[in-house]
């Protein structure tokens, strides 16, 4: 298993990582933990998101619990 494919982006804003939306509600869901948070593997999508929530993608690798902000200048 290569354990690089289990990297996925995540948001985060401030100290929580954003989970998703509550049912039947504009509301959003949030965690104080990685392990909760929504994930993506498109980048595109993960940044659309971040602009909708005001958060700031971050790379969550949930096997080897690493976690590193996503520079924006280099995109990685």
Known sequence: MDIR???V???KRGA???????P???ELRWSGSPYDA???RVREQAEAVA???GGDLWLW???????REVNR???G
């Not at 929580?16 to 509550?22: A, D, F, N, S, T």
């Not at 690798?61 to 976690?67: E, F, I, K, S």
Request: glycine share 10%; hydrophobic share 35%.
């Open 38 to 40: 929504w994930s993506t």
């Open 5 to 7: 494919k289990s990297t």
């Open 16 to 22: 929580e990582y954003l989970v998703g939306r509550i």
């Open 51 to 53: 602009r909708m929530t």
């Open 9 to 11: 982006l995540i948001i």
């Open 61 to 67: 690798n949930p096997v080897a619990g690493q976690l």
């Open 73 to 75: 200048k280099t995109g």
């Open 24 to 26: 039947y509600s504009t």
